[in-house]
């Protein structure tokens, strides 16, 4: 026999009809709330590449060698790409072909390099097939190992990059130098029909008047700022870039003298063949290379040996930088001036120029609405310009060489455009064809 | 006729032509000019609509969002919306003209583009309530409550829109606007005479000069409703 059916109750069921606002209220407050982040919750520190990908500078393996069979070798990579890194990096360099990433931990490593290393500018490579030999390309982040006397102590500050030579700058065992050294840019004695490709030589320099505080790569030489406000040259002097009064090549970092002797220099910058120089007054002074009209505001030899003092009426320099052809400068009242050759960022008519020209501030996101936006960096790649603004934006303009500008586009840019990064841009360092930045997350 | 469009959950500035008035609210549409709306949100909470009297989704935290949290995403906002500005505009990045417009800041889109933020900033701020200010081109309200939405989540956390308000349609302002009590003939004649020399500037500034010959016109339709 079957149980009859249980007695259709009402007493569960809801009315139909919209709910009342009570009832509204009452869900709402009921409801679970989630939380995706604590007061605590902490900013993180992250990487960005963009550029072109087959030398492997960029750092993922998979755009030169695709992980899965149906992927393309990507050639160029046109947005900012996010890098993964083990510790916090907390300076990079972009050579011609290669990338630098440093860490200023106590940890054992503390120097990535990726992309070329026909002249061991990241070091000894071991390849995994054979131990014997070394890679002539690095397609991701690899430690290189330095030869420090305390290397839980000591700590990398910088590091910079040239053509194919690198240098590593420590808090207290001076400067580290690898790569090709056939000018002497290594700071090393230039050893006659010496093999760069698979060396493990790393060469230590310490002989300075005080420390060195900032090191930077021209395309074949190298320059040492010392705490004291002295700068040091060494490398191809052809173009007179190591400023120290001939032509020829230094292969010991020698103490620069002409019109920044005395002078306390606070700032040194260079990429290709002419050099940038600024005293704690807001000076400018610049040597090397004049081609271009980068040094015509004084003289009209295409090539200086002497720092010289550049006398220039646009208020206290703060920042300067150098590429191949232009030169840029940021001045103590936020304002970005550029002079020399190229795409200098006023739009395609203003192709040369020997003074220099104010980039309006309003293209840098300035406004009636927004007074308050300065710019606070500026750096420069061989033939491309970057501006970091106080708000944490990136604005890039110059050749867009093979991607390097990161925009997303191919064309070159002819006026400052913001490039998208998911972050507040903190630094950024630009190459001949590729760019690395820093960036905190938000 | 009327201007661009206000929804029903929306207050404000709402601009409305008669007679002649409805070519000029066409040449006024065709300038692209921006409007500024006032926007109200709340943190701690998703709905279905983006609207505080929507369905509720989720409820989240938001005792970690600062004031300069919000900045930094509005920033951004305006980042990536001042990117669409210049490439909706249709304007030749490489030549000299598109640099100097850019200096100016007159590059906008002059025909149809998505909705586009010019200007965006925050007015107040007391957790979980906050005020925007936005400056936009070819939006509707909705997207503004989007907007809202989104930097709830970017936050990660979640926010819905309490208050849309137009307090600016191109050259008209709050302070043109008439009020309920104002709606007669003799408020509305004035408010069209006070509004006419402006609306006439800004049409020849963008335009050019096709619209000379037709104000005349506009000065016998008052005459005739003074009748």
């Known amino acids: ?442 | 006729g009327a201007g661009p469009r206000l929804d029903v959950k929306a207050s404000g500035v709402f601009v409305l032509g008669i007679g002649h008035g409805n070519k000029l609210l066409t040449d006024l549409y065709d300038c692209h000019l921006t409007k500024v709306y006032t926007v109200g949100g709340l943190f701690g909470k998703a709905t279905d609509d983006f609207s505080d009297t929507g369905k509720l989704v989720e409820k989240t935290t938001f005792d970690h969002i600062t004031r300069e949290k919000l900045e930094r995403i509005l920033a951004v906002i305006q980042g990536t919306n001042h990117k669409a500005l210049l490439m909706h505009s249709n304007i030749d990045m490489k030549t000299q003209e598109a640099y100097e417009l850019a200096v100016k800041g007159l590059i906008r889109p002059m025909g149809k583009s998505p909705p586009i933020i010019t200007a965006i900033r925050c007015l107040q701020f007391a957790l979980p309530e906050f005020q925007l200010e936005i400056h936009c081109l070819h939006e509707t309200q909705q997207y503004l409550r989007k907007i809202v939405h989104e930097i709830g989540l970017e936050l990660k956390s979640s926010a819905v829109c309490t208050q849309v308000r137009r307090i600016r349609d191109g050259v008209f302002t709050l302070d043109d606007a008439l009020l309920r009590t104002q709606w007669n003939l003799q408020s509305i004649q004035n408010a069209i005479r006070d509004c006419q020399l402006k609306v006439k500037t800004e049409i020849e500034k963008t335009l050019g000069h096709q619209e000379r010959s037709c104000l005349p016109k506009m000065d016998a339709e008052m005459a005739h409703a003074a009748e």
């Not at chain 1, 072909?97 to 390099?113: A, E, H, M, P, R």
């Not at chain 1, 790569?179 to 760069?196: A, I, K, L, P």
């Not at chain 1, 310490?206 to 320059?223: A, I, M, N, T, Y």
């Open chain 1, 1 to 442: 026999a079957g149980r009859p059916p249980p007695a259709l109750r009402r007493g569960l069921a809801k009315a139909a009809g919209p709910r009342s606002v009570r009832q509204l209220r009452e869900a709402e407050e009921a409801a679970p709330v989630f939380q995706y982040a604590g007061k605590a919750a902490k900013r993180k520190d992250r990487v960005f590449v963009w550029g072109f990908c087959y030398s492997g500078a960029l750092g993922v393996p998979s755009f030169v060698k695709p992980d899965v069979g149906w992927k393309k070798p990507r050639r160029i990579q046109p947005t900012p790409y996010r890098l993964e890194t083990e510790e916090k990096i907390s300076s990079a360099a972009c050579g011609y072909g290669f990338t630098l990433l440093s860490s200023n931990t106590t940890d054992i490593t503390k120097v990535w390099g990726m992309g070329l290393n026909k002249d061991s500018q990241l070091g000894f490579q071991r390849s995994i097939r054979d131990r014997t030999k070394g890679y002539e390309y690095v397609l991701e982040p690899s430690p290189i190992p330095l030869p420090l006397e305390k290397p839980q102590q000591t700590r990398v500050l910088q590091v910079s990059c040239g053509r194919a030579h690198s240098l590593i700058l420590t808090d207290n065992e001076g400067v580290f130098t690898m790569g090709n050294n056939s000018y002497g840019q290594c700071g090393r004695t230039v050893v006659e029909d010496e093999t760069y490709s698979e060396s493990h030589l790393i060469h230590q320099l310490k002989e300075f008047d005080s420390r060195v505080v900032q090191v930077v790569c021209g395309q074949d030489h190298s320059l040492f700022r010392t705490k004291k406000g002295a700068v040091y040259a060494c490398g191809w002097g052809a173009d007179g870039q190591t400023g120290l009064g001939h032509y020829n090549i230094t292969s010991v970092p020698t103490k620069l003298h002409g019109d920044i002797a005395g002078v306390n220099i606070i700032q040194v910058s260079s990429y290709g063949d002419c050099c940038l120089a600024v005293s704690d007054e807001g000076d400018v002074f610049g040597w090397g290379n004049s081609e271009y009209l980068q040094l015509a505001s004084v003289t009209e030899t295409t090539q200086v040996n002497v720092p010289r003092h550049l006398p220039f009426k646009i208020g206290k320099i703060k920042e300067a930088a150098c590429g191949g052809t232009g030169n840029i400068v940021l001045t103590e009242e936020g304002n970005v001036f550029v002079w020399g050759y190229g795409i200098l960022g006023k739009g395609p008519n203003l192709i040369e120029t020997a003074m220099p020209e104010m980039i309006p501030p309003s293209l840098f996101g300035w406004s009636d609405f927004n007074p308050d936006i300065r710019v606070a960096h500026i750096r420069c790649g061989l033939s491309q310009f970057a501006a970091l603004t106080n708000r944490g934006e990136l604005f890039v303009w110059g050749k867009n060489l093979r991607g390097c500008l990161g925009t997303g586009r191919m064309e070159d840019q002819y006026f400052p455009w913001r490039v998208t990064v998911p972050g507040e841009v903190v630094d950024v360092a630009c190459g001949v064809d590729h760019m690395v930045s820093m960036v905190k997350s938000f």
